[in-house]
């Protein structure tokens, strides 16, 4: 107890010099003192024999792996359970639930589900959020509480979930059947998988008035809503609802959409029959993006498989011992150390603010992981710089950095006409362009632009519009690209002309 | 290539499909589940045909759930995705890709890793709705550099060189001592070759063509250490920047350098071999518009007047009633009219309807046809009494041939169809497009004996 005591004592001593180092005025000095001390040391360094110094290096990197108190083959190990941590499907629950809007969004989808098991009030709700705002987790949590709640083992289920997609079943036939087979799974019934549309239809209205009779509950969850709506027919939402609008049924539809404006595109007798009950999930804040973050670079303490996501790994991931304890701790300091920053905070911040979807938190984390286990040392301000940077950096921007100039060039006759104010324009308007644009030394044939321009056509760069039986030099286009990417390309691309640059800095004024 | 190593060093099963090849979605599932199948990852299915049915995504996602039991990881990689994006059935494409990308939402558990190969980037196939939630990670592989590429070449030597020409071989020019020398001489030749060719283009495909076409000339030059090659490839680069870096334009490039060897060779071989394009004229359009018949080249100069021209124009250009209205030259008017001018052209072709098509065909038949100097015609014609000509011209232009020569040029896609689809081609309202370039157009008028500009009004 006393050690524990200790060892907390210690590291919040470490941390108060932590802090003060970086705010304090105290801190400040002891921290230039500290950099004066390392100056020396290495000035001192370079004036020893080099082989004396390669032999110190040598011996400390094999040690310590060039990190504070982490050695090199421990690094590699929490590397590797950081990576297993965030590929595992469960991270993302885990790291979303302790959330606040969550629980709210959880408790406001619970309470009308669970008026329709109880009272049988017929319900329709449609969850709505931003991408990554964690809708389906709400749901999965709200349908499994309710399910393990109402459903005896054992016993024929009084709640049941048929769970549809608009990417999977987008058309009726397809939807109606798989409606009737997981209907059949959940309560042991025959499934013919030959039934035609009217018989399923049939089956769905039968089948809802008996187990009404039973005061049995359907939940339909309706996923990607907005794949359903924006058909110009959507008999499947009116059969459906309409179902509901009987008295013989006991049945809720929960839609799921991250567009706002999806009851609107609704059919106007299927929307009719809709209620316009909404539950939104907030898009999380620049804050729960930096928890998450957090959470996800973090070694568990104690056992690797503590957290019960690496449950049954490879038993090298094992930690056991003091000082695989020990070096756990380090690194998480410093990796906590590192995000506490000043520094990495104004990065992160600046991140966050863009995107802070639990999707973005995790390809920002596994490049941190390769890059960490690139250079072998613990997360470093640099390491966080150029994973945030390079993730702002879209693929276009990467395959133009590379295109040769003709291409480029291309590209920039484009943006101009675009800020000409034409919306479109085919290839001859482009080429006319490009023969202003072009210098001396720079000459392409009409017949090279074109096949430029298809190749930009189909690397997706360029999106043709209107009538495709056009030939394709007078077909009207325009670029799929924004104007900053095409400037960040001119800016890095490393063949660009001087006078292309000087002509795209024109239009960028 | 980098794929495939990376799955058969791991050694898990594997499948590998081409959207490309399979074209639909249907066929992209049954080859990725057949090739599991074949390796055991999957179960053995029942059914009529002992085979895994899979009509869509619905039915694939049955069958992985049935899946969840195996052990290893399965990884199914498919290939050329940016074709399921493409042409009518894009949306079922697009939808499908992103079911593969977000298979673990639908918490089946299954072991399948899907790993899609693309030369678009992952932004290109969103459609602006809520299923895009979350992207696929994504491996950008860069381009090669320069000298990637002179290391790549340098190490295909062997597989390159033995493409040389026959005559190139026999000729000697090539033949060197030792391989070490051999060695050296690639290298140097790269060294030059791929520099100067990576200004027009980094694909390694087209690095491999050109090279192995162009060291035999410059095997010849050698002794000069390449001087004599550098021009040489400087035509060839010219030639690239002026018609493009396809196969095609290239192939026909080295087929006219290789018919001026032979030329020059003929003459005695004093003259001096010429790389160019302006050189020998296009040897495919030439054969193309002496093969074609009369009857179809004054179709075709009909079709690209009725394009350019709006249909208003006709009756200016071909009416009886010629309304010479002399008026002062703006230079304002002038100069609004060129750029209107200007803009119609850049604006391209419009359609226009078989109908408007025979009657100017008929037109030009009238001022510029040779039938007039067909002595024995003329003769029938006078001897039936029929001067005006009229009659022999309507029954020339309604004719079977005509429509049948439109037909074929529409199968051609050297006219295509317009707006209209429902309508069949016989009928007369039905609209066309000509898709006939200027420089071709040109040269049948020019063999005609026609001026072309003296037709095209464009406004």
Known sequence: MEERRGGLRSREKITDAFSKGRHGRRGKRKASAVRVDEAKRSTEEEQRPPSSRRARVGRR???????????????????????????????????????????????????????????????????????????????????????????????????????????????????????????????????????????????????????????????????????????????????????????????????????????????????????????????????????????????????????????????????????????????????????????????????????????????????????????????????????????????????????????????????????????????????????????ADQRFGQEAALESYVRLVEQKFVETIGDHRRQQEFRPSRLLMMGCEIERIIAGHPNCPESLRRSAANIFL | MVVREVLGSIERPFAWTSARACATTKNIIASGLTQLREQGWLPEMGGKRGGLLCNGPADLLNVLKASRNSKSTAYWVIDDVETLTEGARSTEGTKFLQFLVQLKQFQIRCKLCIILISRVSWDSFQQGSSYEENGPTSLFFPAYTVQQLQEILLSEREVLIPKLSPSELLSGAVALSSEEEKEKQWKRFLNIVVPSVSQCTNSIHMLRYLSSKLFGSYACDDGAEGKRFKPKLQKVIQHMRAKGISNVTLAEFFERERVLEQQSSKDGGDAEITFGCEAVPDLHSQAFVTSMPYMGKMILLAAYIAGWNPHTSDNRIFGRTKTVKRRRKDPLLMNKKAEKIQEAKLGGPGTFTVERLVSILKSLFKLEGDYLEDSDLLDKLEESGDTDYEDYLRTKVHSQETYQIIKTFTSQSLLSPGSVESASMCCEHYRLQCNLKEAAALKIAKGLGINLHDYLVYI
């Open chain 1, 61 to 439: 990197s094999d040690q310590q792996g060039g990190s504070g108190g982490v050695s090199k083959p421990a690094l590699r190990k929490f590397l590797q359970i950081l990576r297993r941590r965030l590929l595992n499907d469960e991270r993302g629950r885990k790291c979303r639930e302790s959330s606040e809007h969550f629980q709210e969004s959880c408790e406001k989808l619970d309470n009308l589900i669970r008026s329709t098991i109880i009272h049988g009030t017929n319900n329709s709700v449609l969850l709505v959020g931003a991408p990554g705002s964690a809708k389906k987790e709400v749901l999965e949590r709200v349908l499994g509480d309710l399910l393990a709640e109402f459903n005896e083992e054992g016993k024929s289920a009084s709640v049941g979930v048929v769970r549809l997609s608009g990417l999977l079943h987008s058309d009726e036939c397809s939807a109606l059947r798989e409606i009737a087979r997981q209907l059949c799974d959940t309560w042991d019934l025959n499934f013919l998988k030959s039934a035609s549309f009217s018989t399923n239809l049939r089956f769905l209205r039968e089948i809802l008035s008996e187990l009404d009779k039973g005061h049995k509950t359907v939940i339909f969850v309706l996923d990607c809503l907005d794949l359903y709506t924006t058909k110009q027919k959507q008999g499947l939402l009116y059969n459906l609802l309409d179902a509901l609008q009987g008295s013989q049924a006991q049945a809720a539809v929960v839609g799921l959409s991250s567009r706002h404006d999806c009851l609107e595109l609704m059919e106007k007798r299927a929307r009719s029959r809709f209620s316009y009950r909404k539950v939104v999930t907030p898009a999380p804040p620049p804050e729960e993006g930096i928890r998450v973050l957090k959470e996800l670079l973090t070694v568990p303490e104690g056992s690797a498989g503590d957290d019960g996501l690496l449950s049954g790994s490879d038993p090298s991931l094992q930690l056991s011992g003091e000082r695989d304890e020990e070096e756990v701790k380090a690194f998480n300091r410093e990796v906590a150390a590192m995000l506490c920053s000043e520094e990495s905070k104004a990065v992160l911040d600046r991140f966050f603010k863009c995107n802070a979807t639990i999707y973005t938190v995790e390809q920002l984390v596994l490049g941190l992981i390769c890059s960490m286990d690139g250079s072998v040392s613990t997360l470093t301000l640099p390491m966080l710089r150029a994973a945030c940077g390079s993730m702002s950096v879209t693929t276009l921007v990467k395959q133009g950095l590379q295109m040769s100039v003709l291409d480029l060039t291309m590209l920039v006759a484009m943006q101009r006409l675009e800020k000409r104010g034409k919306e479109s324009y085919n290839f001859q308007h482009i080429y006319k362009e490009v023969e202003s644009l072009r210098s």
